[in-house]
């Protein structure tokens, strides 16, 4: 039989962020998907490079050139996002730009907690053979297994336990026993996570638009009043994700760069202090050991929102943008020992 491959696929509002093989290393392309049409893919240089892709006979632009060249272009933003073609034409995609050929996957995502109901549909929609043309390659995908988890016990799993050489290992035996606080900064929302060891406490837990996407429209409207600036939210985005050393945000002005950290400093300042309000409202009556921040708003709000909060045990994780993928794939390294990925 055809060896399967373990995949874990992040669909986050901002971007899609994905991991199969052990090493340390993820795709990662905007969540952004667009119909194209004929002529705008086939006037390119025989359709490579432009991410496009054909998926059950329709044609779309995916991540940057869904940007630039689709006049439809918009981001899989809306709650139905599930029920959606788009959805799991993001996942093929995915799966084109990591693992060539025809192969056998067994598939690990994860929802925001508040929409595991979603669950059944995602797998219907993922399961099965899928069969795709990729930059004008032909790829097949025979998606045998799909598990949905909670993003939450992604970045549980990565922060609480350690691959050693074949298997899972804990290595952090108060998150997986005792009470633990989780904010996840995503692109378009805060997920604020309380779990009691590997257990979800959904009465304590809450998501709230207030993710990155808060910070980059202030910022835009406010580089657009000060220096007349006219910038797409993806352009300021690059700013923050080309964020210097030092910490200090620049944007190019006819040619030189000015520093803005006086313009971005007091917004994120004042998302930061929204999360907090929210986060000290949610958590007011309880005592959790720790707290954990991921998403990758953390590289520009954590530490705010860490000095804010306050609690002596707090831990802003490594690469947080990819928490939730690379613990869901460590959790499906988990299922295969156990051989547990067969529903009972
Ligand atoms: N390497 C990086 N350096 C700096 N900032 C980054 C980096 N990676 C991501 N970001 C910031 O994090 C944001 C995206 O975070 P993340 O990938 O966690 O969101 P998402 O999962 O797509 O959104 P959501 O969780 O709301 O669905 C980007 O908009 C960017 O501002
Ligand atoms: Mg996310």
Redesign the pocket.
């Known amino acids: 039989m055809t060896e399967s491959i373990l995949v874990s696929v992040?669909v986050?509002?901002?971007?899609v962020?994905a991991r199969w093989t052990k090493q340390d290393s993820y795709c990662v392309f905007p969540?952004v998907i667009a119909p194209a049409r004929a002529s705008d893919f086939q006037a390119g240089l025989n359709g490579f490079n432009q991410n496009h892709i054909r998926y059950k006979g329709h044609d779309f632009f995916v991540a940057d050139h869904a940007l630039t060249h689709s006049p439809l272009a918009g981001q899989t933003v809306n709650r139905s996002r599930t029920r959606s073609l788009e959805y799991p034409t993001l996942f093929m995609a995915a799966l084109a730009q990591m693992i060539p050929g025809h192969k056998v996957v067994r598939l690990i995502t994860g929802l925001p907690n508040s929409e595991m109901k979603d669950e059944v549909q995602v797998r219907a929609a993922l399961l099965g053979q899928h069969d795709i043309v990729y930059n004008g390659r032909k790829y097949s995908y025979e998606i045998d297994q799909v598990r949905v988890v909670p993003q939450a016990l992604g970045i549980l799993v990565r922060e609480g336990f350690k691959l050693v050489p074949g298997k899972l290992d804990i290595d952090d035996h108060s998150l997986i026993n005792e009470p633990n606080l989780f904010i996840?900064?995503?692109?378009?929302?805060v997920n604020l996570m309380y779990m009691q060891g590997v257990e979800y406490i959904s009465e304590l837990s809450d998501s709230q638009s207030l993710?990155?996407y808060r910070v980059?429209e202030d910022v835009r409207k406010a580089l657009n009043q000060m220096y007349d600036l006219q910038l797409s939210l993806a352009e300021i985005?690059g700013i923050?994700?080309n964020?210097s050393q030092n910490g200090g945000y620049s944007v190019k002005i006819q040619g030189v760069h000015k520093t803005i950290s006086k313009v971005v400093e007091p917004i994120l300042d004042q998302v930061a202090e929204s999360i907090k309000r929210e986060a000290t409202t949610l958590w007011r009556d309880t005592n959790a050991s720790s707290l954990i921040l991921a998403?990758?708003?953390s590289?520009?709000l954590g530490q705010k929102v860490a000095d804010k909060i306050g609690h002596p045990r707090t831990k802003i994780v490594d690469r947080p943008?990819f928490a939730v993928a690379g613990g869901m794939y460590l959790y499906g390294i988990f299922l295969d020992q156990r051989n547990a990925w067969e529903r009972k």
């Not at 986050?12 to 971007?15: A, H, K, V, W």
């Not at 996840?184 to 929302?189: A, Y």
């Open positions: 992040d986050g509002f901002r971007e962020k969540s996840d900064i995503g692109g378009r929302t993710g990155m980059l985005d923050f994700k964020r998403g990758g708003g590289h520009h943008e």
